[in-house]
C-alpha cells in the first residue's frame, strides 16, 4: 500500500491554537470564521479548555523546523466524541497512520471511515488499554481491545479497514475485528486527553483509487443529470441594507399593498436589570425591495452586534388590515405599516416574582427570570387566535424562559399569565376546527384561556414546538430539544425520543415525493454540529450527513410547484444551496459574489414559488428560479409558519392545493 491518498504535516497551519466559533452564532450564520488549512474542524464541542470563543485546544506546536498538533490537557466533550477531522470522504479501503504521544486520560487515538461525530471506527487509547472500537448512532461499541502502558513518548499507530476486516496497530500490538456497519468515511483524531501528534498519512490501494476516480466521474455525471430538472436560480434583487440589518432580525411582509413584500429590519439595544442585561427593539426599520427607506424607528445602535435570540416584532393582517406589532421595551405598539406611526400603545404587565427555588424545581433554568424589571421586556411575540376574531388577531408575549401572557389583541390587555419551561418561541394552532388556537408552550399545553391541558416532563428545553394531524388523524406535536433529542408527543398517549446530537433545527415538508406522510429534516448542533439528518414518518433515518459551520437551517422550499419540497441547505460561499431529498446540491447559487451569512425562504414578489433571500450586514440578495414553472389548475399554496418569524421556528410546509 504504498499509494498516498492524503498526507497533512501541519507545516500550512499557524502556531497557535486551531480557529473554531465556540459561539450560539453558528447556529443561524455562516462565514464566521475562515477554515484552517485542509478544513479541519472538530463537531464535538468541548466543555472546557477553549483558550477563547474563536479557538480550539488543539494547537499548532513548531520546533527544530517541523510542527506537531498537540492538546495539552483533558477536554470531556459535550457530545459523544472530540474528533478532530479533515471531514468526511467516500473513501472505503485504506489505512491511515499517525505518530501519537498520549499526555492524559482521555480516550485519545486515529479515526477511520468517519461519517460524522457519532459514526466512526477508531483506535485509541483508554484507561490502560488500547481498543479497536465502533461508534454508530452516539453508540460506542468495543470490537476488541488489549492492556496498554501508554508513555508519553510518541508510538507508531494506525487503523486499517479494508471492506470487513479492521487492523488496528500501536508499536508491536495488533487488534483485529470483522464489522460490516460503516462501509465508507474520513480520518480524524479522538482526543479528549492531552496529545501530540505528527504527521497523518493516509494510504490505499491502487484498486481504491481507482475506484475513487471513476466514483467520482460517474458522480459528476449523474449529479449534472439530476439538475436538468429543477430551474437554474437567479438574481432578482439586490438592497443595500447597511445600518438597517443586524443578525437575522428580518421580517417579511407587503407594508404598502404593493403585492411585493418589503423588508422589516430589528436591531437590539441592551437594557440592565438588577441583575440580568436583557435585549429591547433600539431600531425598527422598513426598507423596499428598491433599497429606499419607508420608514424608521428609534436610531441604529452603535457598536450593535448580531445575536441569536429573538427580538419582538411581527407583522400581519390581523383583520383590520396589514398592521405591524411591536414592543419598544416595555411598551407594546401597533404600528401603520406604511408610516411606521403609533396606531395603539399599551404598557405591558409587571413579571411575577420568582421564589428561590423555581430555578431548582423547574427542568431547565434557563435566561433571566424577567423578576429584576419593574415590567416585562418581552424577547418574543407571537400573533394568534384565542378571542376567536381573527387567525392573528391576539398575542403571546413571553420573558426568555419562564412566563409568558395571552394578550387580546384589540384591547392588548392580559387575558391570562402562564409560568413553565416556555423554550424559545411557542406555537399555536386551531387543531380540531372549535375558532381557538391550542397553545404549545415549551413542553406545556394550554387551551385558549390559558389553562394548562397537558405536560410532559422532561429535562432541557425546546428550541422550538410544532404541532399537526398526521395522514392518519393523529396529533403529532414534536419538539426539537437539545439533548433531550426530538420528542414526538402523540394524542394517542405515545411519546418519542430520539436521541440524534444536540437537536436545534427541525423541518418537517413533503420532502420525498414517493413517500407516504411528511418528512423530517433534523439539524444538530453543539456537542454535534453540522450533522443534518433526513427521516420519515417514523422517525426511520433515510440519510445523514455532516456538514460542519453551515449555518443550515434546511427550510422547505416551494421551487417547482409541483407539491415536493426542495431543501433550503445553506446560503455559505461554496456549496450552499438547494437539496433533493437524496442532499444532492441540485440549486447552486450562481457563480459570482453574495452576502452568505443569513438565508429566508418566502415568495416576497408574488410569484407563487419561493424566492430565496441571503443578506449580511451590508447587502441583501433575493434569487428565484430563471424560467417559472408552466401554470396549472391548481396552485400549490403549502402552509407555513407565516406571518410568525422565529430564529426559533419549526420550518414546516403543510401541503395544500387552491
Not at 479497536?132 to 470490537?143: D, N, P, Q, S, Y
Not at 387566535?385 to 390587555?413: E, F, M, T, Y
Not at 414526538?488 to 437537536?503: A, F, I, N, Q, S
Not at 407563487?608 to 401554470?631: F, K, N
Request: a neutral charge.
Amino acid at each position: 500500500m504504498n499509494n498516498i491518498l492524503f498526507h497533512e504535516t501541519w507545516a500550512d497551519f499557524s502556531a497557535g491554537p486551531l480557529r473554531r466559533e465556540n459561539s450560539a452564532r453558528g447556529e443561524y450564520m455562516t462565514g464566521l470564521l475562515p477554515d484552517n488549512p485542509g478544513g479541519w474542524y472538530h463537531g464535538g464541542k468541548p466543555l472546557s479548555g477553549n483558550p477563547d470563543g474563536l479557538h480550539s485546544p488543539f494547537s499548532i506546536a513548531r520546533s527544530g523546523g517541523r510542527a506537531r498538533l498537540t492538546k495539552t490537557a483533558d477536554t470531556p466533550p459535550w457530545g459523544v466524541s472530540l474528533v478532530l477531522t479533515p471531514g468526511p470522504r467516500p473513501w472505503r479501503d485504506y489505512t491511515v497512520h499517525a505518530d501519537l504521544a498520549v499526555r492524559g486520560h482521555g480516550p485519545v487515538g486515529l479515526v477511520a471511515r468517519y461519517h460524522s461525530s457519532r459514526d466512526f471506527y477508531a483506535a485509541l487509547f483508554e484507561g490502560g488499554l488500547f481498543k479497536l472500537l465502533r461508534m454508530a448512532e452516539g453508540v460506542t461499541t468495543e470490537l476488541a481491545s488489549v492492556p496498554f502502558l501508554t508513555l508519553r513518548k510518541p508510538v507508531a499507530v494506525s487503523l486499517s479497514v479494508q471492506g470487513e476486516t479492521l487492523t488496528a496497530k500501536a508499536g508491536h500490538t495488533t487488534l483485529s475485528a470483522r464489522d460490516g456497519h460503516l462501509t465508507s468515511g474520513g480520518i480524524g483524531l479522538w482526543a479528549e486527553g492531552g496529545v501530540t501528534c505528527g504527521p497523518i498519512t493516509v494510504r490505499a490501494p491502487a484498486a481504491e483509487r481507482r475506484r475513487l476516480e471513476c466514483e467520482s466521474q460517474s458522480e459528476t455525471r449523474r449529479l449534472r443529470s439530476v439538475r436538468k430538472a429543477f430551474a437554474p436560480m437567479r438574481l432578482l434583487a439586490e438592497v443595500d441594507v447597511r445600518g438597517h440589518a443586524i443578525g437575522r432580525q428580518l421580517r417579511l411582509a407587503d407594508l404598502d399593498g404593493d403585492g411585493r413584500c418589503e423588508l422589516l429590519f430589528a436591531a437590539q439595544g441592551p437594557v440592565r436589570g438588577k441583575q440580568w442585561e436583557y435585549s429591547q427593539i433600539a431600531h425598527l426599520s422598513a426598507v423596499n425591495l428598491e433599497g429606499c427607506v419607508l420608514w424608521e424607528r428609534g436610531s441604529f445602535p452603535a457598536g450593535a452586534v448580531s445575536i441569536t435570540t429573538d427580538l419582538p416584532v411581527q407583522a400581519a393582517d390581523r383583520g383590520r388590515g396589514m398592521e405591524v406589532v411591536a414592543a419598544f421595551g416595555s411598551s407594546l405598539e401597533i404600528l401603520d405599516p406604511r408610516t411606521g406611526r403609533t396606531k395603539q400603545r399599551s404598557t405591558l404587565p409587571q413579571p411575577p416574582k420568582m421564589e428561590p427555588y423555581w430555578d431548582e424545581i423547574n427542568s431547565y433554568f434557563g435566561a433571566p427570570h424577567g423578576d429584576d424589571l419593574p415590567r416585562l421586556i418581552p424577547n418574543s411575540v407571537r400573533l394568534c387566535n384565542l378571542s376567536g376574531r381573527h387567525q392573528h388577531g391576539d398575542l403571546i408575549v413571553k420573558d426568555p424562559q419562564h412566563c409568558a401572557w395571552g394578550l387580546d389583541g384589540r384591547s392588548l390587555k392580559p387575558l391570562w399569565r402562564h409560568r413553565c419551561n416556555t423554550g424559545h418561541y411557542p406555537y399555536t394552532c386551531d387543531l380540531d376546527g372549535k375558532g381557538r388556537d391550542l397553545v404549545i408552550l415549551g413542553y406545556s399545553r394550554l387551551d385558549h384561556t390559558g389553562k394548562l391541558v397537558g405536560r410532559l416532563f422532561i429535562g432541557d428545553h425546546p428550541d422550538a414546538c410544532f404541532a399537526y394531524r398526521d395522514r392518519h388523524g393523529v396529533r403529532r406535536i414534536l419538539h426539537p430539544a437539545g439533548e433531550a433529542g426530538l420528542i414526538d408527543e402523540r394524542d394517542d398517549g405515545k411519546v418519542e425520543e430520539l436521541h440524534l446530537g444536540h437537536v436545534q433545527h427541525l423541518s418537517v415538508a413533503n420532502f420525498d415525493p414517493a413517500r407516504p406522510g411528511l418528512e423530517r429534516i433534523v439539524v444538530m448542533f453543539h456537542g454535534a454540529e453540522g450533522i443534518i439528518a433526513l427521516m420519515d414518518e417514523q422517525h426511520r433515518i433515510l440519510r445523514k450527513t455532516e456538514r460542519y459551520a453551515a449555518g443550515a437551517i434546511c427550510q422547505p422550499v416551494n421551487w417547482t410547484g409541483d407539491g415536493r419540497e426542495l431543501i433550503g441547505f445553506s446560503p455559505r460561499l461554496g456549496d450552499g444551496g438547494l437539496w433533493n431529498e437524496h442532499f444532492d446540491l441540485v440549486v447552486p447559487f450562481p457563480d459570482g459574489p453574495r452576502p452568505g451569512q443569513y438565508m429566508e425562504v418566502h415568495d416576497v414578489l408574488g410569484l407563487g414559488v419561493d424566492q430565496i433571500v441571503v443578506w449580511d450586514e451590508e447587502r441583501l440578495h433575493v434569487y428565484g428560479p430563471a424560467t417559472l414553472p408552466r401554470a396549472a389548475r391548481r396552485r400549490y399554496e403549502p402552509v407555513r409558519s407565516w406571518p410568525n418569524t422565529s430564529n426559533y421556528q419549526v420550518n414546516f410546509s403543510l401541503p395544500k392545493w387552491a
